[in-house]
């Protein structure tokens, strides 16, 4: 099964995290796999060269390997999923400013995102009526659940992403400083950045991911359809690397060498990496810490089986927010990316999904349960509650 | 041969072996590609020196390289987008019809935008990939760049622009591995330099005798002379 050396590409965030303890720490080699861990500095790159091949595989947003597989917005390169590296990770970060607005004019707790999204909608509102300028926020790329759940939360409370607000593509280690500098009034991205803003004194965390939806797929281990076909023993290999790695990442005794090795990638402080794994984040400069169990998942509950009904959750989203039409085929195409076949024929057991799955496998915090063979109906429930037209265009 | 051929037989020449291929079949299904096969050449009359390209790279040394190489060519309106802080309220402002980023820079991301379609687009961008340009796409992130297309230009019209950014590119990474090399070579100088002087004190040496037994020594042990060198310097830190 020699391939010589693997290339996989990353991008430097702790949702690497069973990407880099498997190499790091030993679990590739032991599957007789020699890996070079190439560090990426935007999506675009990892998409690219994992679809020309320069990489045999690389840590992606989930929602770039199902665009990609459709040939949304780029060329259609056939991805595959045979194992999630992390669930949820991200939250909304807003500016002082912003925060103080928003309590300002929230009915009852400002964490609960039902509140929040109301208090947007009226901050939003005030900005119009003074004719300022609209409030912008950083995401980091079109096909992200970072820009999914950002748009998710303003739907709830009303607001048009498209029309009532900027959003603003913006790589992650250039989000604390337009925070800092007033570029942007908030950013919804994965750690250690949130963090990094907080502990900054420019930012306060307002909404963990989970808060927005409780069980979302962020980060996958991706590889080309092709190159996953012809080396069904490398891949299967990877994938229990992968699994003993994220197993072995969310032992409580091995926090220590876990954040030193991920803070080592990422030249953060391995405190700031710990915070995230532990889902014990401070969220104000104040020192007040929210803590979530879910804030990010790397192996346990079966975090790290791909689950079909994601990727159709992320079909859904690209649909809702006008980057593609709506079609069966896609819909099946889509779901054919997350492929929990091969994670069971490397792994050989399906992993309890444990307890706190919610029932429709996504769990909005607002909005009708999601059934992948009902989005026709899903969408039409947000666009009937929020009557306007789809803006976005795609173009090609 | 035209200068646009020159440059597309250097970018080949460079290409490293990959899967294009695959890449290639792929890419097949997409609709609405024009006429040129994958064989044709660029045409050195087809170049038309009003295009506005922006340049986006954070090494301002490769941008001016590139810059000269484009002016050289003819284009006269190239300008170089600096400070990548809201970049796309800069290209918008801009208004070009050919953007060249570097793939070190993470504001590519940002320019990803731009397939999106929003209400402060002027005019539709397309990335420089067609089944066509398998080679050149393949040859550009091999060099490092990235090219995107504003408002439906027919690609044929920046085949020699990109065909001129990645051998700028290739020329710009061999000059920084000289330079690297020569940094290298400098330092391995400077190993010898201080073991020679070591052998000197401790052993009475002169600097020929000092020189001509570590060249021995690297001899019989199949080594470089600055691995000896280092092992001196090394051993000598050991004995203080």
């Known amino acids: 099964m020699s391939t010589g050396k693997l290339r996989i590409g990353y991008i430097p965030l702790v949702d690497a995290a069973a990407l880099i303890v498997a190499v790091d720490l030993g679990f590739t080699a032991a599957e007789n796999l020699e890996v070079e861990l190439v560090r990426e500095v935007s999506w675009s790159n990892v998409r690219d060269k994992l679809n020309l091949g320069l990489f045999d595989a690389a840590h992606l947003l989930a929602p770039v390997a199902v665009s990609s597989s459709l040939g949304i917005g780029h060329v259609r390169v056939p991805i595959v999923v045979p ?5 949820n990770g991200n939250a909304i970060t807003v500016s002082p400013r912003l925060f103080a607005a928003l309590s300002g004019l929230a009915d009852g707790d400002i964490a609960d995102p039902k509140v929040s999204a109301v208090a947007l909608a009226r901050v939003v509102a005030e900005c119009k009526s003074r004719n300022a300028e609209p409030l912008t926020f950083g995401m980091t790329f079109p096909f992200s659940h970072h820009n999914y759940q950002l748009r998710y939360w303003m739907g709830a409370g009303g607001i048009d992403p498209d029309e009532d607000v900027r959003l603003v593509v913006l790589p992650p280690p250039y989000m604390v400083e337009s925070l800092t500098n007033g570029h942007v009034d908030g950013f919804c991205v994965g750690a250690p950045w949130n963090s990094v803003a907080v502990d900054a004194g420019i ?49 409580p005794a091995n926090l220590a060498a876990v954040s030193a090795a991920i803070a080592t990638r990422l030249t953060v402080d391995s405190e700031v990496v710990g915070r995230a794994i532990t889902g014990n984040l401070k969220v104000a400069a104040d020192g007040l810490v929210r803590a979530d169990d879910r804030y990010l998942m790397i192996g346990r509950n079966g975090a790290a089986r791909p689950d079909p009904v994601q990727a159709a959750w992320i079909y859904a989203q690209i649909v809702r927010w006008g980057q593609a039409p709506l079609s069966d085929e896609s819909l099946a195409l889509a779901q054919a990316v997350f492929r929990p076949d091969l994670y069971d024929a490397a792994v050989g057991v399906s992993p309890p999904l444990g307890p706190g799955r919610p029932a429709d496998g996504i769990g909005g915090f607002i909005g009708p349960d999601f059934t992948a063979t009902e989005i026709a109906g899903y969408i039409a429930f947000w666009r009937d509650k929020q009557p306007g037209r789809p803006r976005l265009l795609l173009v090609r | 041969m035209t200068k646009a051929q020159e440059c597309l037989a250097f970018a080949c020449t460079v290409r490293v072996s990959g899967e294009p291929p695959e890449f290639f079949a792929l890419a097949e299904t997409r609709k609405g590609s024009d006429s040129s096969g994958p064989g044709s050449q660029p045409q050195g009359g087809s170049r038309d020196s009003s295009l506005k390209i922006a340049i986006v790279d954070e090494s301002p040394i490769r941008a001016a390289i590139l810059e000269d190489g484009l002016r050289e060519a003819g284009f006269t309106q190239v300008e170089r987008i600096a400070e990548t802080h809201n970049l796309l309220a800069r290209v918008y402002a801009m208004d070009p019809d050919v953007i060249l980023i570097d793939l070190e820079s993470p504001s590519r991301d940002m320019l990803e935008q731009m397939f999106q379609m929003s209400r402060a687009v002027k005019r539709p961008v397309a990335m420089f990939v067609d089944q066509s340009d398998t080679a050149s796409i393949q040859a550009a992130v091999d060099a490092g760049v990235s090219a995107y297309i504003v408002g439906g230009l027919k690609k044929e019209r920046i085949t020699s622009i990109l065909d001129l950014c990645i051998s700028r590119f290739n020329a710009f990474s061999r000059l920084q591995t000289e330079l690297d090399r020569a940094k290298d070579a400098l330092d391995e100088r400077k190993v010898i330099d201080r073991a020679k002087g070591v052998l000197m004190k401790a052993k009475k040496f002169s600097e020929e005798e000092a020189y001509a037994l570590m060249r021995k020594t690297a001899m019989n042990e199949n080594k470089k002379i600055v691995d000896i060198a280092q092992s001196v310097l090394t051993a000598a830190e050991m004995f203080k």
């Open chain 1, 83 to 87: 194992f999630n590296l992390g669930l």
């Open chain 1, 203 to 251: 930012g306060r965390i307002l909404h963990f991911g989970c808060e927005i939806q409780a069980r979302v797929t962020e980060k996958v281990f991706a590889a080309r359809e092709r190159w996953a076909t012809e080396h069904p023993d490398v891949l299967a290999a990877f994938v229990r690397a992968l699994a003993a790695a994220a197993t072995f990442a969310e032992q």
